[in-house]
């Protein structure tokens, strides 16, 4: 992880209002997607997987990982006012982190942080991270939960709010722990405490004026399910992200690669949806089976390999993913990749759900990965949907936003607490690792905030640590 960011030379922002006001304010933009970067603090982490706590952490509601050091929450909500400078964006996803197990299988350490809140009151003085935080005290064992704490201030180091564009980006954001923040981590730091850097990326575009004499669309008013067989579905999907591993691997420094989604495959982050899928379900014998459409191929060193015609079946309880796999030019058909939990299979306002079930590799799944994993390990879940009817609504994808495209540049004759020149490059990708220069650029009408900072990759490097430290 990275320690402290630096304070950046020139910074720019704009705001938004929260998911749970979602209003748009007066004058103001609504935000709609984007992401948040955050590792929370290094040395807490590498205590809990360390040799002390023996602990681990997982994600929760479609949290991801990005690079090497830091946890991505996603689909940003809220509003932003350019005239004053008000920006609050909220954001999805979580993650538990426990340690210390005790011998009835519990955890003396068990904490759980998710869907931080970023505001930034109009004027642009400070700024504050939230998030709903769950967590045994530290010594006591008591747990405690509360929604939208403010968990740590953010230093904005003389920003300018007003006038942004979008995407709204702010990089490498100092954070230090609050009084309400200390109490939340049960105990572990205290208030003052450095937390690692910040940083988001949130669309916020202008919005448009209806044109004149346009009138409102509903949607297609024809039913999908005329002449449809019963029990048979036309509209379904099905999430699964492989194995976050894995996906560190394919990109990480030994295979050097990346993978390609093709045939309407989607990539939600810490997922991929395979869409368009077709079947039948049983409601009396609670059994299901589907095909997707969808394509993913995963290349570097040492690795060909793609897996395209996935399907699902379910019954007595059980579900199987299955797909065509395609190993180094040679395809086998329908192999059974992994297992999961289904037992009751019953519609909600015309949509059956399996959400985030435990998934376990099977045997021929483990030899699908070349003996990376052995049968019976742990892969990451899976969620299914599948609409029964026209009213029903297949669950939104994870929403990252728009990406800033150009790499960012220092302008020229910038002052700090100015807002940047339009003219200056926008950022890279807005991920985590290095930032490109310590200064402040806007490009594309976006907004741009950059602060130094050096991360170094520690997911499997890990310091041993004794404790906690501030």
């Known amino acids: 992880m990275s320690g402290p960011a630096a304070q950046g030379a020139n910074r720019t922002a704009a705001y938004a209002r929260t998911a749970a006001d979602a209003h748009t304010v007066a004058d103001g933009r609504t935000v709609a997607g984007g992401r948040l970067d955050w590792g929370i603090k290094s040395s807490f982490q590498s205590y809990v997987t360390g040799p002390i706590a023996k602990g681990s952490w997982n994600l929760r509601d479609g949290a991801a990982t990005v690079g090497s050091d830091q946890f991505r929450f996603h689909s940003a909500t809220g509003s932003y006012d350019p005239a004053d400078g008000a920006f609050e964006a909220a954001f999805s996803g979580g993650v538990r982190f426990l340690g210390h197990r005790k011998p009835d299988g519990s955890y003396q350490l068990d904490l759980t942080i998710g869907h931080p809140t970023v505001r930034i009151p109009a004027g642009g003085r400070g700024a504050t991270l939230y998030a709903d935080m769950t967590g045994k005290a530290k010594g006591t064992g008591k747990v405690t939960s509360a929604r939208q704490v403010p968990l740590a201030t953010l230093d904005l180091g003389g920003v300018t709010m007003r006038g942004g564009g979008s995407p709204v980006v702010l990089n490498h954001l100092p954070a230090k722990l609050t009084s309400e923040g200390a109490k939340a981590f049960a105990g572990y730091y205290t208030a003052g ?278």
């Not at 067989?229 to 990480?252: I, K, N, Q, S």
């Not at 490009?443 to 990759?457: D, M, R, S, T």
């Open 193 to 470: 405490t450095e937390l690692d850097p910040v940083s988001l990326s949130v669309d916020a575009p202008a919005r448009k004026a209806p044109k004149p004499g346009a009138e409102p669309t509903h949607g297609a008013s024809a039913d999908p399910g005329k002449d449809r067989p019963r029990g048979a579905f036309t509209t379904a999907a099905v999430d699964w992200g492989v194995r976050r591993t894995f996906r560190e691997y394919v990109t990480g420094p030994v295979a050097k690669g990346k993978w390609r989604l093709s045939d309407g495959a989607q990539d939600g982050g810490a997922l991929f949806r395979f869409p368009g899928g077709k079947g039948t379900y049983d409601e009396r014998r609670n059994t299901l089976r589907a095909t997707f459409q969808g394509r993913i191929g995963f290349r570097g060193k040492d690795l060909d390999l793609a897996l395209s015609g996935v399907s699902v079946r379910i019954a007595d309880g059980r579900g199987t993913l299955a797909a065509d796999v395609t190993r180094d030019g040679s395809t086998a058909g329908d192999v059974p990749l992994a297992t999961f939990k289904a037992a009751q299979l019953r519609a909600q306002k015309g949509l059956i759900a399996v959400t985030e079930s435990p998934a376990t590799l099977t045997t021929r799944g483990a030899e699908v990965f070349g003996g990376l994993y052995r049968a019976g390990t742990a892969m990451d879940p899976v969620s299914l949907a599948v609409a029964l009817d026209a009213k029903a609504s297949l669950p939104p994808l994870p929403d990252l936003g728009d990406s800033p495209s150009a790499t960012a540049e220092r302008p020229t004759g910038a002052k700090a607490g100015r807002t940047a020149s339009p003219a200056a490059a926008s950022s890279s990708s807005g991920s985590s690792g290095s930032s490109a220069a310590p200064w402040a650029a806007a490009g594309a009408g976006g907004v741009l905030l950059i602060a130094a900072a050096v991360l170094v990759p520690r997911w499997r490097r890990r310091r041993a640590v004794t404790a906690p430290r501030n």
